[in-house]
Structures are given as C-alpha cells and as structure tokens.
C-alpha cells in the first residue's frame, strides 16, 4: 500500500490502539490521535496516565488503526519524542474543550503530548 493511501487510512480511523510496555508489560488503551502527517504522528496523554509513564520510561510504541468494516488494520511504529512547546499545548486545549476544566484546575503541564516522527508502518487485511 502506497504510504499516501496508508496516511488516508490512519486519517479516517483516528481513534486508534496505542500500546505501551514497562517492566516488559505491554498495555494496550485506546486514544484518539491528533495529527497524521508524512513524517509525523502526534497524539496526547496526561501527566497522571500510566502511559505519560510507559513513554518517558520506554520511547518504543505501536499504534494500531483498525476498520471495523472492512477489517483492515493498519500498525503504526516507531520512537515517541515529547511535545514541551507551551503553545501546542495551548492549541490543544483550544481545540479540544473538553480538556479546559482539567487545565483550569491542574494547569497546562497536565497536557503530555507526544509525536513519532519518521514513523513506520505494516499493513493486514483480513485475507
């Protein structure tokens, strides 16, 4: 698959599987992804997540987007850098108000987000 029909894809089922490991445990949640580009993957955590943790211990990751229609999956990889620029953060909050509460009362450092730059990818079908 061509990577321009791989990015399509990863644009049109956003909310996607992200796995972790620590301690050699791998944990699997699901998280909506805020940016897919050519070279870079950017999605947000929180400082109080397990994840937030997973990823400062362990820069290795694995997203899985998955169509439950046509039953294609799509595995992304690669190494997390974190986001500090307190103007992303600031953008993310703008555009996701649902978070606005939690920085009001925990302020911005609360927003943890993370990006994959140069990121790989495998593809599956269901045949």
């Not at 909310?15 to 897919?36: F, N």
């Amino acid at each position: 698959m061509l990577k321009e029909n791989v990015i399509q894809f990863l644009q049109n089922n956003s909310i996607a599987y992200i796995a972790t490991s620590s301690e050699d445990i791998p944990t699997v949640r699901v998280m909506q992804i805020l940016s897919i580009e050519e070279n870079e993957i950017i999605f947000n955590t929180k400082q109080f997540k397990q994840s937030y943790k997973d990823l400062c211990k362990n820069k290795n990751i694995e997203i899985c987007f998955y169509n439950h229609n046509s039953y294609e999956q799509i595995r992304v990889y690669g190494k997390v850098e974190e986001i500090n620029d307190i103007n992303f953060k600031k953008k993310i909050v703008k555009d996701y108000p649902q978070l606005q509460s939690l920085v009001y009362e925990e302020g911005i450092e609360i927003i943890k987000p993370f990006k994959i730059k140069n990121w790989k990818y495998k593809t599956t079908t269901r045949h």
